[in-house]
T-cell receptor
Framework: QQPVQSPQAVILREGEDAVINCSSS?????VHWYRQKHGEAPVFLMI?????EQKGHEKISASFNEKKQQSSLYLTASQLSYSGTYFC?????????????FGKGTHLIIQP | EAQVTQNPRYLITVTGKKLTVTCSQN?????MSWYRQDPGLGLRQIYY???????DKGDVPEGYKVSRKEKRNFPLILESPSPNQTSLYFC?????????????FGPGTRLTVL
């Protein structure tokens, strides 16, 4: 079952902050975040594992609330290079490496 | 350079003409997977493979076949393509397919079936 991402799209000015949410109806073991530029392959951003941890990568960070089966991606002081489509991919808590189930994506447009 | 390669990158074909999209990785990864990407639907898994000779269906396997005879290669086969298989296809690999493993994506193959 696909996780639900929100918002579907967001337009920001350079320097503004954004939050992208990912919710699942099933128990999760991990959440993966990817960014995809138009016409290119998805590029890995970060993985969050069961345990409610938060991770950071320069001005991009994420949190994972396993009890709520939700993850959020935070982009602070956005740059033009942050534009793209962001996908969360989830791995169920049932175990078994059957791969990730991806959300439909959030389109992020950063304007100068 | 560690990478996942796909060929061809672009393909236009006609209904019913069998085709194969190749995927190869040079990272000695055990896990490989195929996704299709359609506007508004995100990435949907077609098939995956845990290791040589071990494959399993993903969410949208109908109309596709795969094989894993060698660790590095995971071709996607469309025996009788139809227009609803027009899509952007990505191959991906990871070390073991575990929850903490990063998936590396190939550059994509844009397929059009007329």
């Amino acid at each position: 079952q696909q996780p639900v991402q929100s918002p579907q799209a967001v337009i920001l000015r350079e320097g503004e902050d954004a939050v992208i949410n990912c919710s699942s109806s099933k128990a999760l073991y991990s959440v993966h975040w990817y960014r995809q530029k138009h016409g290119e392959a998805p590029v890995f951003l970060m993985i969050l594992l069961k345990g409610g941890e938060q991770k950071g990568h320069e001005k991009i960070s994420a949190s994972f609330n396993e009890k709520k089966q939700q993850s959020s991606l935070y982009l602070t002081a956005s740059q033009l290079s942050y534009s793209g489509t962001y996908f969360c991919g989830t791995e169920g808590a049932g175990g078994g490496a059957d791969g990730l189930t991806f959300g439909k994506g959030t389109h992020l447009i950063i304007q100068p | 350079e560690a990478q996942v390669t796909q060929n061809p990158r672009y393909l236009i074909t006609v209904t019913g003409k069998k085709l194969t999209v190749t995927c190869s990785q040079n990272m000695n990864h055990e896990y490989m997977s195929w996704y299709r990407q359609d506007p508004g639907l995100g990435l949907r898994q077609i098939y995956y493979s845990m290791n040589v000779e071990v494959t399993d269906k993903g969410d949208v396997p109908e109309g596709y076949k795969v094989s894993r005879k060698e660790k590095r290669n995971f071709p996607l086969i469309l025996e009788s393509p139809s227009p609803n298989q027009t899509s952007l296809y990505f191959c991906a690999s990871s070390y073991s397919g575990g929850a903490a493993d990063t998936q590396y994506f190939g550059p994509g193959t844009r397929l059009t079936v007329l």
